[in-house]
């Protein structure tokens, strides 16, 4: 079945240093996803990526979609202890109705 | 809208006990599923339902029934718990399976 790995499983990383998760599938995607859990809260949806090579911004955020579709990035730039949480991508083939999870990038910002 | 809401936020059972966990959404989404969380796993797929009267297997489905009567509704039953079913469970909807995904709060699992 369809597997998607992310790395590093987990990021210390000092305030105002950035930040990139990796996510690789074993299949093409049809699209992705990325959502962002904070402690004891629930995934949030931050964005989706439809097409190759597609780069999207959120203000310190930029996410990218692999030019053969089967692997993504999340960077943010000057992180702030705001963006502590866990990093999921998720991965769709077309004509299914699954999403498929990484395994999540574990995010922590020190002072 | 209160989006998707889950009961109970917490639970603890016995080994062989079983339970149902509620999920409603109030979006008119036909698309619902739960994941389970364990820690450097992710989420997995329980089960997902594309509409009322429709549902089927995920990644993990051993344990676990689901049924889908209405459109907001989408209980996820514990036959007879076992330790290995504790965990975080997350009910989710969304207009269709590739779409945006809305999460429940959870419900924290606690099986001895």
Known sequence: GQQVMQIPQYQHVQEGEDF???CNSS????????????????PVFLIQLVKSGEV????????QFGEAKKNSSL??????????GTYFCAGHTGGGNKLTFGTGTQLKVEL | NAGVTQTPKFQVLKTGQSMTLQCA???NHEYMSWYRQDPGMGLRLIHYSVGAGITDQGEVPNGYNV??????????????????????YFCASSYWGGDEQFFGPGTRLTVL
């Open chain 1, 20 to 22: 990139t998760t990796y």
């Open chain 1, 27 to 42: 299949t093409t995607l049809s699209n992705i996803q990325w959502y962002k859990q904070r402690p004891g809260g629930h």
């Open chain 2, 25 to 27: 959404q109030d979006m």
């Open chain 1, 75 to 84: 960077h943010i730039t000057a992180t702030q202890t705001t963006d502590v």
């Open chain 2, 67 to 88: 049924s889908r009567s209405t459109t907001e509704d989408f209980p996820l039953r514990l036959l007879s718990a076992a330790p290995s079913q504790t965990s975080v």
């Open chain 1, 56 to 63: 999207k911004k959120q203000k310190r955020l930029t996410f």
